[in-house]
């Protein structure tokens, strides 16, 4: 990509197009005839948003491409692209259970995100990634519900609810997740605390 001439930005960006691909073909297979190849290409979408996610880091720190902006970059795409796969998996599933549970995976991995934001501003920049349900592992969770879904679509069998299963584990997740970086930076901060 650099060879390319693409900045980190543009690939945070461009990070948005193939998480809206992810999405929207999760919300097409459940209408269409060849369901198994929009699950696939959910997948891809997702996993493809991932790729990115990891290049636009590459891009700045090895390739010396840091910007004033690089920050915002990195964070903004990053919670559209949550939106934009999490919310269409909730309705592909079909469910009022696995609507409300898509567009609270949503609000969840906001809110991660925020958890570890605020963390870094208040201990001089350290990032908290830990899990069981950060970015990768609840794109990685979704991955193999889609590839699951297109699986079931293949075999021509009736499908269970994989995919409202797969978005009870990832809000499961993504609770214990708020709940460990948040005690992690309690810790940290009473560690700081002048004694006396």
């Given at each position: ?13 461009l990070s948005i ?129 889609c590839l699951s ?13 994989l995919m409202l ?32």
């Amino acid at each position: 990509m650099l060879k390319v001439g693409l900045t980190p930005n543009v690939v945070s960006v461009l990070s948005i197009v193939c998480a809206a691909v992810g999405g929207g073909a999760a919300l097409m297979a459940p209408s269409s005839g060849h369901a198994w190849a929009w699950w696939l290409l959910a997948a891809a979408g997702i996993q493809m948003r991932l790729f990115c996610n990891m290049m636009d880091g590459l891009l700045a720190v090895e390739g010396g491409l840091k910007s004033v902006t690089g920050d915002l970059f990195n964070e903004i795409p990053d919670r559209i692209d949550d939106a934009l796969i999490l919310v269409p998996l909730g309705y592909a599933a079909g469910t009022d259970w696995s609507i409300a549970l898509g567009w609270a995976a949503m609000g969840g991995a906001m809110l991660t995100a925020y958890i570890r934001a605020l963390g870094a501003s208040l201990l001089g920049g350290r990032h908290d990634f830990c899990g069981p349900m950060a970015k990768p592992h609840r794109m990685f969770a979704v991955t193999v519900g889609c590839l699951s879904m297109m699986t079931i679509d293949i075999m021509n069998v009736k499908a269970p609810p994989l995919m409202l299963w797969c978005l009870v584990i990832v809000n499961v997740g993504i609770v214990i997740t708020c709940w460990r970086r948040t005690a992690h930076l309690v810790k940290a901060l009473n560690q700081q605390k002048p004694k006396g």
